[in-house]
């Protein structure tokens, strides 16, 4: 509710990803409210650390409830939320570092679990907000400030690794394309287990990739996005690898596996066939 | 020393020998027939083998600690006779594996032989040879064969074959020591008047959760917390009802925080390392002021330390957990009867405060089974969080003090911010929101000073005060120096922070307060001192609990003396 909020004091750069990503989660929000009837209190936006996560402060209309916790544990706290409330719709927003950096020990976690979430991850390739490092993202090579003579390290392949943990919905979008961004946010919502849509949201300070993204007909640059064609078949592991292997930021679902239960599904069963006991009946059990 | 009523036995040998349930069903067995029983444990923290024992204190009146001396020692192997057979009083009966060869210039010990395999597979249930030593003990401490009978007769009900093989166990045993003389005599018990319950700490920590309204609970395993996991695995089921375990306690912990978040009443345990990592989850529960009960079952630190030992160094770390400026509740309870109380309380803390709560158990209760006066639980009140139930408008952290918390799914959004936070829960940088939230949070404490306390003795101008589960061998220590006409005082509270503040003002009128603890650094003196307590602790950092007759003289020896003792050493 920043923008009629004096106090607070962040904004995005101008030009950053950031802002068609919020403009393609306030979409999807109000579509998916409408679809299942729903008011936005029933939606819950946890946001990590770094600029990505002051996602949950620009959202503009009628405010979800938000919770902006620490570094990293966006999913655990998600979690937490599910869990304890499985009608509620929980969206995860974080970047590349939080994510795939500090927090990469949650997703195998989630994705075992077929967590019924939905993550947004706005990937930059950098640590922005503390002004520039290289992330998991940064490609081999890079001069940031805290690899000054060239990243050391070979990046994460995030697609790879989300359909190598078990993510059971994977979309890859792009900030510029919101209309489309904001389609994958709807079907990652709707879909009934882990869904992740990975963005590629430039920062235009420290990594500006829209040019790299987009290509340039005057410099004869080919973009390194690209649609993914509309015969792909998502629910087809091998068909949703070779769409990973071709490289470049492919853009759609990737893959989509509705097979599985997801754990509050699971949780549901589990919950019909035991039976709670009181404190007076589990007391009893102690009797001398 | 035959007229003594209560008796300390050990079992001593090797993991899977049965020594880790004899002295449970030696405690249990004599519980339920009208004495008092309480168990003491330490493992290797390994699955199979290593050196085991456990020890059960029996005896007519309530017991408060593990014990001092040794009255018996069944040792099971060589190595559990070497090892524990210097800690049996001069006259006490050392019952033999016939695989052991007793020391012939051993005089100060009755020594005896006993085949307890091989007396157990003639009963046809080589599982027995458990009540083949309880037979036998029935012998050396005139508790009478028939309660053992009647309490196996109970445990095994339905299963003749398995009943009619114990009770030949338990003959067999007792007749093999005919002709022996009994060590001590328990003789008949006062069968208490009230309802009972034999239970260990973890158990009463959880039921106590069932009884306070948990509806989500996390958890990873970690020794020697995880009984609380899988009691809650098995029992926190139906509807609304959430038991997962975590794949750390970093998850652990912002699950907790994410659940108590949406609503619900939530509580995960942990010990020492766990703890350590949930630091940074606990200090955002204090800061978006989230209800939640952490409990933290101490075992020897730092690091991996000593996971299957008993320390009381955690409490430091307690008291804040997290970087910045916050204080977390603590409740530390002292008995196993405690811990179920203390349960309770804690999540009625954390639900009227709003904010993580910690329960500081530790090793020796966690694993200590106990006969304790059944909770009545209409008397038990239990409380729940001031939830917003308006339509619209509301800001979250608007008032200067605690106020409404709104639910996810109903009007009332706002973001619990871990970043310092306006009245709605964005971010802010401004001098007077920090000073005003600061201000709010630490202002609710004043909600929690409901602690209740023991006095006793209270004209003395020295007094000890002990806390968690050294309450018992230093209640212990305390009455033998009563006894001996010595001059002092007994405070006691489970409520560490906040403390009751009446204590604390009588804490400060005298001019020393000795704190017995289980640490090197004296962490509750330390913390005392910082209230204005001339506090000084009396440290111990053995992994083991206080010995009531060493800690007895320990005290005499500081009041004897002059100076001030060595006893802080940090």
Redesign the interface.
Known sequence: ??HK?P????EWCPGCGDFGVRRALEVALRDRNAKNEQ????S?V?AG?GCSG?L??LLEGD????????HG?SL??????????P??NVVVVAGDGDFLSIGM??L??QAGRNLNICAVVMDNGVYGLTKGQASPTTTSLTVTNSTPFGKIESPVNPLNLYLTLGVSYIASGYSSKPKELAQLIFDGMEHPGFSIVHVASPCTTYNDTYEVLKGSVKKGIQGTAWNIPADHDPSNVSQARAVIDEGGVPLGVVYKDTSRPSFDQQ?DD??SR???????E??AA??? | MASQSEIVVRFAGEGGQGVVTAAEILA?AA??VGYHGLTFATFPSQILGGPTWTQARLSRAPVLSPGDGLDILVAFNDYAYLEHRGEVREGGVILLDPSITPDASDTAHRCITVPFDELAKQTGESRAANMVVMGGLSRLVNIKLDLFKEFVSLRFAGREGVVEANHMALDLGFEHLAGEQAIADLGEPDKPDY?????KGN?AI??GA??AGI??Y?GYPISPATPILIFMER?L???G??A?Q???E???I???????????K?MTATSGPGFTLMG??IG?GWM?EIPGVIVDVQRGGPATGLPTKTEQSDLLSALSPAHGDSRVPVIAPGTVEECFYAAVHAFNWAERYQGPVLLLSEHSLAERAQ?IP??D?SKVPVEGRITYGGDNGYLRYDASELSPM?S????????????EH?S???????PS?HVQMTERRFSKLKLLDDGYYESETTSTQIAVFPWGASKGPVKEAYEMLRADGTDIGWYYTMFVSPMPSALVEELRSKDLVLVPELNYQGQMAMTLRSMGIKAEALTQYTGLPFNARILSQRIKDRIASPARASAVKA
């Open positions: 509710m920043s909020n106090e607070y004091d962040f008011p936005m209190a029933n819950v946890v650390i002051n949950v402060h405010q979800p409830y938000g919770f902006h916790g620490i544990r655990p706290i998600a979690l937490g939320v599910k869990m304890a409330s009608e509620l020990e949650h195998a976690p949780l589990l919950r035991t039976k709670q006991k009181t404190a007076g589990l007391l102690y009797d001398l | 249990r519980s339920s309802d009972q319950l034999f239970i158990e959880s039921i069932m009884h509806e989500f996390i029992n089921v139906g509807e009802k959430v997962v975590a794949s750390s970093i998850e652990s912002a699950g907790l925080l994410g659940a108590g978040f949406a609503g619900k939530t940074e989850g955002l978006t006969n059944k909770p639980l709104p996810p799914g109903k009007p009332g959004a706002y973001i619990a911010n871990g970043s306006d709605y829960g964005d971010t802010t940088h401004l929101r």
